[in-house]
């Protein structure tokens, strides 16, 4: 079974600082594919980084970037230079195979708040 | 612009009243999924669907019917809804392709039922 962790309820960084949300996983598949989203309060389930079990080089997109460490089954995103935009609750998730139901298990969200 | 499009974005019903909650996506994905989301409970599968006419159950099916004609469209009936129902829902799609392995969500749906 696949399982999600993170540990964080909920982070406080100021606006322009850089802030890592922790998130770890465990499966028995060697294929898999993490995932990070972003829910602002409307609601909505924005994603923001991809990094797949094989990729060499950690993913990276625009202020987003992922630390995988894949020995110790860890991938903390990173977003530099924090924007009050940024304030929402962010999900780690994660995809088995390809083959079957591709659901994503999805961890039990950070609330990050970004302050002035 | 790839999109997943949801209607309704709001919705309170009261209970037996069938209702259906529209999913399209525009980007010729094969892959598409229905989730709800509950506070305490995190994000559950509903259902999915790999292809036109293959559709089957996720985690918490009971009490919801899908069908898949076109590939764009993967609709969500609630036959006869009752207040348990009451929840997020997301509508998801992906490519079972090589390339970039993104899962794309709708913007969601609150539903309320009374």
């Known amino acids: 079974a696949q399982k999600i962790t993170q540990t964080q309820p909920g982070m406080f960084v100021q606006e322009k600082e850089a802030v890592t949300l922790d998130c770890t996983y465990d499966t028995s598949d060697p294929s898999y594919g993490l995932f990070w989203y972003k829910q602002p309060s409307s609601g909505e389930m924005i994603f923001l980084i991809y990094q797949g079990s094989y990729d060499q080089q950690n993913a990276t997109e625009g202020r987003y970037s992922l630390n995988f460490q894949k020995a110790r089954k860890s991938a903390n995103l990173v977003i530099s230079a924090s924007q009050l935009g940024d304030s929402a609750m962010y999900f780690c998730a994660m995809r088995g195979p390809w083959a079957g139901r591709r659901a994503l298990t999805f961890g039990s969200g950070t609330r990050l708040q970004v302050q002035p | 612009e790839a999109q997943v499009t949801q209607n309704p974005r709001y919705l309170i019903t009261v209970t037996g009243k069938k209702l259906t909650v529209t999913c399209s996506q525009n980007?010729?994905?094969?892959?598409m999924s229905w989730y709800r989301q509950d506070p305490g409970l995190g994000l559950r599968q509903i259902y999915y669907?790999?292809?036109?006419?293959?559709?089957d159950k996720g985690d918490v099916p009971e009490g919801y019917k899908v069908s898949r004609k076109e590939k764009r469209n993967f609709p969500l009936i609630l036959e006869s809804p009752s207040p348990n129902q009451t929840s997020l829902y997301f509508c998801a799609s992906s490519s079972v392709l090589g390339g970039r392995n993104t899962i794309y969500f709708g913007e969601g749906s609150w539903l309320t039922v009374v």
């Open positions: 980007m010729n994905h094969e892959y």
């Open positions: 669907s790999m292809n036109v006419e293959v559709t």
